[in-house]
């Protein structure tokens, strides 16, 4: 996952705040062009995030979660030098209409291992996708069970107005026993958007290491985001994808 932050940094030229990683990961990110935008956790500190310590720890003797403030994150960013300013995103297109030729998409699974596992079922009364994550360790075989993913912020469940499954080579930076995959989000790749119920199969692009990922139908035509938020998930090239039927389909992970 750290090296496809590599990918995320150049598309949204983002401040990239993290812990720790892989030596052989950290020599990538120091050496490239971005690295004054990368933020170290240094001193371990206490939440709350502070504008000198925005990355502090919560819960320290049991989860023992990293987390940052993004107004101190900022603050931090600005006086160490950052360019904080709006950056240049654009790519994505954006409609209120949902497009025609789309398939029923009612329900998405994405199934990554036998501990990351998730399920999006669509609630028409909002017209979002509603996340269900893993609730069950299936060391034994047994059947898939799933909770609602809650926000612990908010104090409600998470939701998507799309949700857009990239299907992208997988390739080892680093072999076993040690691994270190390396997920190649560059130039095309097939793509799976849902949206009001709908799934479309269409095309993922990034023509450019800085450029944000977009999407475009058969003819070549822009794929209109519904305006709201997006969940992204990425899986390999030789994975399994069923529509099972009446709009339920499971995305089964494979490498590479």
């Given amino acids: 996952g750290r090296l496809l932050d590599d990918s995320l940094v150049r598309m949204y030229k983002s401040i990239f705040a993290y812990g720790s990683a892989d030596v052989q990961i950290n020599d990538r990110l120091l050496n490239a062009e971005y690295a004054n935008r990368l933020v170290l956790e240094g001193t371990r500190s206490l939440c709350p995030p502070t504008d000198k310590l925005p990355l502090c720890r919560y819960e320290p003797n049991g989860s023992d ?20 300013s709006r950056q240049n995103l654009n790519g994505m297109s954006f ?37 269900f994550g893993d609730n069950l360790y299936l060391d034994k075989g ?36 040690a691994e270190i995959v390396d997920i190649l989000l560059s130039g095309t790749g097939p793509a799976y958007a849902f949206r009001d119920g709908q799934m479309y199969e269409v095309t993922w692009n ?46 089964q992970f494979a490498f590479p």
């Fill in 142 to 177: 047994q059947e898939e069970q799933y909770a609602p993913m809650m926000d612990r912020l908010t104090e409600e469940q998470i939701m998507a107005d799309n949700l857009v499954i990239l299907v992208a080579r997988h390739e080892y930076y680093q072999r076993p026993p």
């Fill in 65 to 84: 979660f990293l987390l940052t403030g993004t107004k101190e994150l900022s603050v931090y960013g600005t006086a160490k030098g950052i360019d904080n």
């Fill in 206 to 251: 990034r023509p450019t290491l800085d450029s944000v990922i977009y999407l475009t139908f058969a003819d070549g035509t822009r794929y209109p985001y519904k305006p709201g938020n997006t969940w992204y998930h990425v899986i390999g090239q030789t994975s399994t994808i069923t529509d099972k039927e009446d709009g339920v389909w499971r995305f």
């Fill in 95 to 131: 409609n209120s209409t949902a497009p025609a030729g789309g398939k029923e998409g009612e329900q998405a699974y994405v199934f990554i291992s036998i501990d990351v596992y998730n399920r999006w079922d669509y609630d028409a009364a909002t017209g979002r996708y509603k996340l």
